[in-house]
Nanobody
Framework: QVQVVESGGGLVQAGGSLRLSCTAS????????MAWYRQAPGKQRELVAG???????NYPYFVKGRFTVSRASAKNTWYLEMNSLKPEDTAVYYC??????????WGQGTQATVSS
């Protein structure tokens, strides 16, 4: 049974940092890519970082230079390092992993709150 779990959210002051973790287990197939998304109250879910199995990353303009996605040495584990956080970064952050056939598996999300 595939399971994707995020962790590392919390409360931080503006300008601070958080590191989120994502671990996928029960995978029968190799993972082609993974991505971090977020959803703030009343807003649509949006992409904040992506990384392929080759290590190619992509970020939207509003987090570029502040957020970094990386792979951990442990298999099927990734991080999202978030620096210079702003109150508008407050959201539930989700991890999604993609397997062959473009099937995505999602975690339940972790709350990150940035106070002003």
């Amino acid at each position: 049974q595939v399971q994707v779990v995020e962790s590392g959210g919390g409360l931080v002051q503006a300008g601070g940092s958080l590191r989120l973790s994502c671990t996928a287990s029960g995978m029968e197939f190799s993972i082609n890519a993974m991505a971090w998304y977020r959803q703030a109250p009343g807003k649509q879910r949006e992409l904040v970082a992506g990384i392929t199995s080759e290590g190619i990353t992509n970020y939207p303009y509003f987090v570029k230079g502040r957020f970094t996605v990386s792979r951990a040495s442990a298999k099927n584990t990734w991080y999202l390092e978030m620096n210079s956080l702003k109150p508008e970064d407050t959201a539930v952050y989700y991890c999604a992993v993609r397997v062959p056939g473009d099937k995505d598996y999602w975690g339940q999300g972790t709350q990150a709150t940035v106070s002003s």
